[in-house]
């Protein structure tokens, strides 16, 4: 079983940048695929971005490529999920969650975290 904990939200203006931890218990941490979700008020639950178990496999919704980075420290037990030139619409609550395949439904995952909120807003 793995336990995830995420952390690093917060109220940023627009433009800024948050860096958003998703920190796990568990030794086979480092053998899941880890992906970030999202859901805003009255929205599903949707992909952000997933790395593979070594953090050579990267994958990111169109929305946040180019803003956004996935890395993980297997040694920490920890993924990371830094964004940059944060606009209004990505104000929603963030997850973490893990699988053991790679994939963008957050219906097949395994485990989740309980999220952290972030809010641009000026």
């Known amino acids: 079983q793995v336990q995830l904990v995420e952390s690093g939200g917060g109220l940023v203006q627009p433009g800024g940048s948050l860096r958003l931890s998703c920190a796990a218990s568990?030794?086979?941490?480092?053998?899941?695929?880890t992906g970030w979700f999202r859901q805003a008020p009255g929205k599903e639950r949707e992909f952000v971005a997933n790395?593979?178990?070594?953090?050579?496999?990267?994958w990111y919704a169109g929305s946040v490529k180019g803003r956004f980075n996935i890395s993980r420290d297997n040694a920490k037990n920890t993924v990371y999920l830094q964004m940059n030139s944060l606009k209004p619409e990505d104000t929603a609550v963030y997850y973490c969650?893990?699988?053991?395949?790679?994939?963008?439904?957050?219906?097949?995952?395994?485990?989740w975290g309980q999220g952290t909120q972030v809010t641009v807003s000026s």
């Open positions: 969650a893990v699988d053991r395949v790679y994939n963008r439904n957050p219906k097949t995952y395994d485990y």
């Open positions: 790395i593979n178990p070594t953090g050579s496999g990267i």
């Open positions: 568990g030794r086979t941490f480092s053998s899941y695929y």
